[in-house]
């Protein structure tokens, strides 16, 4: 079985993140691993970056800091741009061991305009991938 040091989690700042989260907690304490909790932030006006990079920023970092507090050496990374692209970038360009993520964060509507970046990353990615199906209707992490 492989070692994972630096885990890659995506997060889109949903209800969902919640039980990756907490999946990837559990293993990062087992094998003493590094997670970078990753946003990409999808905008299409400067005003709409500023206002969902802070509203990201407040939330990775209360991620952080609970993932501290159990004892997880956990960073924050946030790019800009198409998720699916960003997410490769960001592996391309370190070096991570795993990428878990959600298997979806929208609602119907939101998972057929903006596509699977799960299904668009199985295919491209070069590390293992961790697909978490989230339960929906399950109240964010305070």
């Given at each position: 079985?492989?070692?994972?040091?630096?885990?890659?989690?995506?997060?889109?700042?949903?209800?969902?993140?919640?039980?990756?989260?907490?999946?990837?907690?559990?293993?990062?304490?087992?094998?003493?691993?590094?997670?970078?909790?990753?946003?990409?932030?999808?905008?299409?006006?400067?005003?709409?970056?500023?206002?969902?990079?802070?509203?990201?920023?407040?939330?990775?970092?209360?991620?952080?800091?609970k993932m501290h507090a159990e004892g997880i050496d956990s960073r924050i990374v946030i790019r800009s741009g198409e998720?699916?692209?960003?997410?490769?970038?960001?592996?391309?360009?370190?070096?991570?061991?795993?990428?878990?993520?959600?298997?979806?964060?929208?609602?119907?509507?939101?998972?057929?305009?903006?596509?699977?970046?799960?299904?668009?990353?199985?295919?491209?990615?070069?590390?293992?991938?961790?697909?978490?199906?989230?339960?929906?209707?399950?109240?964010?992490?305070?």
């Amino acid at each position: 079985m492989p070692v994972y040091r630096n885990i890659l989690v995506a997060i889109d700042c949903s209800p969902v993140d919640n039980d990756v989260i907490e999946q990837v907690s559990t293993l990062a304490l087992q094998v003493g691993a590094t997670v970078h909790l990753l946003h990409v932030i999808h905008s299409h006006t400067l005003d709409q970056d500023r206002t969902l990079r802070a509203d990201a920023v407040i939330l990775l970092d209360d991620y952080r800091q609970k993932m501290h507090a159990e004892g997880i050496d956990s960073r924050i990374v946030i790019r800009s741009g198409e998720p699916d692209r960003e997410i490769l970038k960001e592996i391309e360009e370190n070096s991570y061991d795993l990428l878990a993520m959600a298997t979806h964060g929208h609602n119907l509507l939101g998972r057929i305009l903006f596509g699977s970046v799960s299904r668009s990353l199985r295919q491209k990615i070069t590390i293992p991938l961790l697909l978490i199906k989230a339960e929906q209707n399950k109240p964010a992490r305070s």
